[in-house]
Every structure is written in structure tokens, then in C-alpha cells.
């Protein structure tokens, strides 16, 4: 009997409940790519501007390795803090009008570091049931008590609050911002109430926010709301519209600096890479320079959502497949079984087209997840349209 004998049996369940994972190779970041040999159209990506593959991007970031070198070489607190990073603080800071900003190594590192900081076991936590695994594994890490309310249900968070809040020294709310695997937003102004009521902290997971909502500059839900004066704990990752790699936290000055003295994650792990610092930096500036690429998308976004919102609506074949209520670049169409998203899926794949399937455990129905990028072509758009009315008809 070996020690390590029990990986075998583990990965076997994994296979019989049929939730094995396996990377594919994707060949670049655009909207089309070759996936493993194959070219596609990918709806796949995060990537909503299309800045990962922006030459500003690639410039700032190759500028940057040359004045920097590749590494930060330390923590931010020893070795590791250039005035690159200072740059792209400020920069946030400013964009999401917060006194101040932190960066952190992924968003990931960002969210566990902050909750970590903010509660404990003599906390509490009001998390949406949708939340991403980063909040929710901050919020176990903690320590402190966790309440999880249904999704958006503001009723139900009240109600918690309620009956728990006096119990506890501090109580942090934590909400997505865009629900990364629905694509709807959390009902922000009704929770800035309930934490005001209250007297709760609200973190706001901008991951798929930042970049693509808010009409004047892109700067993300807070923004679309209109409750850029309320006192939140913004968080965001540069991974996404921004087209790099970390996250970052904007908020209070206090906040920020509290932050820089007892947030693990920040504290001990190697600053950001001067490139990726560059680069996000980069695509900060673009984004708060024109809205060009930001109305490319949502165009893209009105177009596809319109002809499946149609489709769905006039032609019965339809029925089974439903759209969800979206109100971003994420749009889900539904199925009813596990097996179905995986058929159709690979139909998709069959006819070029990269829009992954999600299935429970990830999500609490099947569905195919579709993500559209400022840089799709109309033509590209009208592809998924046509393949997606095809499975349609065959169901
Ligand atoms: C809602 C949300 N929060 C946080 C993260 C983590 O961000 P990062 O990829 O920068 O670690 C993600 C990324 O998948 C996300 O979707």
C-alpha cells in the first residue's frame, strides 16, 4: 500500500461522476484561435475588449521588461515594489474615483487576502449562493461564520441579517458584481442599503465588471449603479478586460493601507511581474481614453442577444433551450440535461465554434457559455446565431 495510493481511487470517481477536467490548448487570445489542431471562433474568453492581443499592450509590456527586467525578484514589501506598480495603483484608484488601490498578484490572491484580513471567527459573512470559488474559499479561510443568501435574493439577505447581524462584531457582505457563469448583475444599490442598515462592510467582486459597464468609463458595476459614493471594497482582476494578469483592490485610503499591513497574500507572495504591471497599466489608459471598444461590444453583445432572445421566443423547437437574464457580455443559453450541453457543445465545435458547456457541480443547471469580445466580427456573431438555431431544430 502506497501513501499516495488514494489519488488512483479519487481520480476514478472523478471519471465515473464524469467531472474529469483536461486543459486544451487554445493557440492565442483573439476571437478566433486553433483549438487543439482545430480553427475556431472562440466565445470562450474573458478577454471582452480584445486587449490581451493589443499591441499597446504587448509594447508597454516588453518596455517594461526592459527597464525592470522580468521579475519583481521580492514581496512588494521587501524587494519587489517598482514605480510601475505605484503607476497602475494610482491609475485604478483614480479610474474607480477611490482614494486608494492595491494590486495583487491574481484576482484570486486578491479576494482570499482581503476577506482573510477583514474577518474572522468572531465575524460574520453574508455571501450570494453564486458567488466565484475565490470569495467563497476567503470566506472559509477566515474563519468566520458564513450565511450564504439565494441569488440577488435581497429579501432573504435581509432576513439574515435580521436574525444573525447582532451576534457579531463585524459583518462583511460579499457579492459578484457580473455573475461570471449567469451573466447578470447583483442588485447593488438594494445591498449598499441593507449594509448601511446594518452597519456592514460590502465587497464587490468587479472581475467581470471592470472595463465593460458603467457608460461614461467603463469603471464597472459601481459605476452602471450610479453608487460611486458609496464606501465599498471595489475588487477586480487585471485578467480580464484588462487583458493582463493580477487583481486589484480599490477603496479607502484606510482600507488600502490596512490592507498592505495584514493581508497575507499580499504581503507574502512576489510582487507583480513589471510586464504584467505594464500591460494592465496600458489597457487602464486605453479604456479611460475613448469608449470605442466598449461600444464595439456591447453592440456585438445586442446583436446576438437579440436574435436569441427572437429565436427563442417564435420558434417552438426552441423551447428547451432558454436564454438567461443577462446583463453583460455573458450570455447562457440552458438546457435541461448535462448530456445535452455536451452534444450541443460539440456541435458547435463541429461547426468552428468555441462556446464551452457548464454543468453541475460548477452551476445548479447545464448550460452553454457564451462570451463575447469587442474584436468578433458581426459575420462571426451571425455564425453562432445560425449554429445555435441548427441544434435548435434538431432537438
Ligand atoms: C468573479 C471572479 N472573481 C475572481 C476571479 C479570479 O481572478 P484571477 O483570474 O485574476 O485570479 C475570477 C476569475 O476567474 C472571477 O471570475
Excluded at 485604478?92 to 487576502?113: D, M
Excluded at 443568501?149 to 435581497?154: C, Q
Excluded at 457548464?358 to 447545464?366: A, D, E, K, Q
Amino acid at each position: 500500500m502506497d501513501a499516495y495510493d488514494w489519488i488512483d481511487s479519487a481520480l476514478a470517481t472523478i471519471h465515473k461522476a464524469n467531472w474529469y477536467r483536461s486543459v486544451k490548448t487554445m493557440s492565442s487570445p483573439g476571437p478566433t484561435a486553433v483549438l487543439n489542431g482545430q480553427e475556431v471562433i472562440n466565445f470562450a474568453s474573458n478577454d471582452y475588449l480584445g486587449l490581451a492581443g493589443d499591441s499597446r499592450l504587448a509594447e508597454a509590456a516588453i518596455a517594461a521588461i526592459n527597464t525592470w527586467g522580468t521579475g519583481s525578484t521580492g514581496s512588494r514589501l521587501l524587494s519587489g515594489h517598482r514605480t510601475i506598480h505605484e503607476q497602475l495603483e494610482d491609475a485604478l484608484a483614480s479610474w474607480k474615483q477611490t482614494e486608494a488601490a492595491i494590486v495583487y498578484s491574481s484576482g484570486y490572491l486578491a479576494n482570499i487576502g482581503t476577506i482573510t484580513a477583514l474577518v474572522s471567527g468572531r465575524d460574520l459573512i453574508l455571501a450570494d449562493a453564486y458567488n466565484h470559488a475565490s470569495l467563497k474559499n476567503g470566506a472559509r479561510l477566515s474563519g468566520a461564520t458564513i450565511h450564504e443568501f439565494g441569488h440577488a435574493n435581497v429579501a432573504e439577505l435581509r432576513s439574515l441579517l435580521e436574525t444573525h447581524r447582532s451576534h457579531y462584531r463585524r459583518c462583511l457582505l460579499v457579492t459578484d458584481s457580473v455573475f461570471s457563469m449567469d451573466g447578470d448583475l447583483c442588485p447593488l444599490p438594494e445591498l449598499i442599503a441593507l449594509a448601511e442598515a446594518y452597519n456592514c462592510m460590502l465587497l464587490i467582486d468587479e472581475a467581470h465588471g471592470t472595463g465593460v459597464l458603467g457608460a461614461t468609463t467603463g469603471a464597472g458595476c459601481v459605476e452602471h449603479f450610479g453608487c460611486r459614493d458609496a464606501e465599498l471594497i471595489q475588487m477586480g482582476t487585471l485578467s480580464k478586460a484588462l487583458g493582463s494578469l493580477g487583481g486589484y483592490v480599490a477603496g479607502s485610503a484606510k482600507l488600502i493601507d490596512y490592507l498592505r499591513n495584514r493581508s497575507t497574500s499580499w504581503i507574502y507572495t512576489t510582487g507583480l511581474s513589471p510586464a504584467d504591471t505594464a500591460a494592465a497599466l496600458a489597457a487602464v489608459e486605453i479604456i479611460r481614453e475613448g469608449n470605442e471598444l466598449r461600444s464595439q461590444l456591447w453592440q456585438r453583445v445586442t446583436q446576438l442577444k437579440q436574435a436569441l432572445t427572437q429565436q427563442l421566443e417564435t420558434d417552438d423547437h426552441h423551447s428547451e433551450m432558454q436564454l438567461l437574464p443577462s446583463e453583460s457580455p455573458i450570455l447562457c443559453v440552458q438546457m435541461p440535461t448535462p448530456n445535452a450541453v455536451l452534444t450541443a457543445s460539440q456541435q458547435l465545435l463541429d461547426q468552428g465554434i468555441f462556446a464551452p458547456a457548464i454543468r453541475p457541480p460548477t452551476v445548479p443547471t447545464s448550460r452553454i457559455r457564451i462570451s463575447v469580445m469587442a474584436t468578433h466580427q458581426p459575420e462571426q456573431i451571425d455564425q453562432l446565431i445560425f449554429a445555435l438555431s441548427e441544434i435548435a431544430q434538431c432537438r
